[in-house]
């Protein structure tokens, strides 16, 4: 435990430069949802209105959700790019925990969106965005959407494994932008044809984004909905379980073996 500790720390500071050196990729990240919120709060806003509330005060946790669902195609991009060049390999032949690598890549992910949190939210606060709840309650929702984008993350470092190629990572990362339309991030789910209204509860990212809202205090739970949203909390906490249940292991064996 001690050697992945100190070898995941140190692929930590190797993420972290290179996000440093990086600093596009940075200001994209952080200024995507920011111009996400504007444009539906505002363009969409009156369209989109949640009957009783401030749609605005609606959509800015379905867009933290969002954005960290995006750390599916961030992991991937970021893992398949490692592999293409040959770092990845280069690693392998080094004497460091074969669980280090991703870790460390992973746990940069989430100081980023940490930081990158920061300025959206501020914006929200500055278009009528109030956190409802109490402190704790909203330490909490914090607490969980990085949980989220940790488990996300881990899919997409997988996944990235599997590509090997940065090209094919960043198309099919482009794909994912698909699951927050397909879920309750940016409108209630209450309107939606059977069917889909199925699909949209049984999204992961429906359930925690009501989950930031139930304990933001931004919107109630809504009534007759799926298990996770109609139990948001505890259906986020199983969702990020099956997430880092399932491709953690995957990752970390895909990383030490490679293509054998």
């Given at each position: 435990m001690s050697m992945l500790a100190y070898d995941g720390t140190a692929m930590l500071g190797r993420q972290l430069l290179r996000l440093r050196n990086n600093p596009g990729l940075l200001i994209l990240t952080q200024t995507m949802p920011i111009s996400m919120l504007l444009f539906f709060g505002y363009v969409f806003g009156s369209a989109l209105a949640v009957p009783g509330e401030a749609y605005r005060s609606f959509l800015v946790p379905g867009l933290l959700v969002a954005t960290a669902s995006g750390g599916i195609m961030a992991g991937m991009f970021q893992a398949a790019q490692d592999t293409h060049r040959g770092v990845t390999d280069r690693f392998r032949?080094?004497?460091?925990?074969?669980a280090a690598v991703p870790l460390g890549q992973a746990a940069a992910d989430l100081v980023a969106t940490a930081l990158g949190t920061v300025p959206f939210v501020l914006v929200g606060l500055?278009?009528?965005?109030?956190?409802?709840?109490?402190?704790l309650a909203a330490v909490g929702a914090f607490a969980l959407l990085?949980?989220?984008?940790?488990?996300?993350?881990?899919?997409?470092?997988?996944?990235?494994?599997?590509?090997?190629?940065?090209?094919?990572?960043?198309?099919?990362?482009?794909?994912?932008?698909?699951?927050p339309l397909l879920s309750s991030a940016y409108i209630p789910t209450s309107g939606l044809p059977g069917w889909l209204r199925t699909v949209a509860e049984w999204n992961p990212?429906?359930?925690?984004?009501?989950a930031l809202r139930d304990l933001f205090g931004n919107a109630p739970v809504p009534a007759g909905a799926a298990w996770p949203v109609a139990h948001p909390v505890a259906g986020s906490l199983v969702w990020c379980a099956v997430l880092l249940g399932v491709f953690v292991p995957l990752a970390v064996r895909q990383y030490a073996h490679g293509e054998r």
């Amino acid at each position: 435990m001690s050697m992945l500790a100190y070898d995941g720390t140190a692929m930590l500071g190797r993420q972290l430069l290179r996000l440093r050196n990086n600093p596009g990729l940075l200001i994209l990240t952080q200024t995507m949802p920011i111009s996400m919120l504007l444009f539906f709060g505002y363009v969409f806003g009156s369209a989109l209105a949640v009957p009783g509330e401030a749609y605005r005060s609606f959509l800015v946790p379905g867009l933290l959700v969002a954005t960290a669902s995006g750390g599916i195609m961030a992991g991937m991009f970021q893992a398949a790019q490692d592999t293409h060049r040959g770092v990845t390999d280069r690693f392998r032949t080094l004497p460091v925990s074969r669980a280090a690598v991703p870790l460390g890549q992973a746990a940069a992910d989430l100081v980023a969106t940490a930081l990158g949190t920061v300025p959206f939210v501020l914006v929200g606060l500055a278009v009528g965005w109030r956190v409802e709840g109490s402190a704790l309650a909203a330490v909490g929702a914090f607490a969980l959407l990085l949980l989220f984008r940790f488990a996300c993350t881990w899919a997409g470092i997988h996944l990235g494994l599997l590509t090997r190629n940065e090209e094919a990572a960043g198309q099919l990362g482009g794909a994912t932008f698909l699951l927050p339309l397909l879920s309750s991030a940016y409108i209630p789910t209450s309107g939606l044809p059977g069917w889909l209204r199925t699909v949209a509860e049984w999204n992961p990212i429906s359930a925690v984004a009501t989950a930031l809202r139930d304990l933001f205090g931004n919107a109630p739970v809504p009534a007759g909905a799926a298990w996770p949203v109609a139990h948001p909390v505890a259906g986020s906490l199983v969702w990020c379980a099956v997430l880092l249940g399932v491709f953690v292991p995957l990752a970390v064996r895909q990383y030490a073996h490679g293509e054998r």
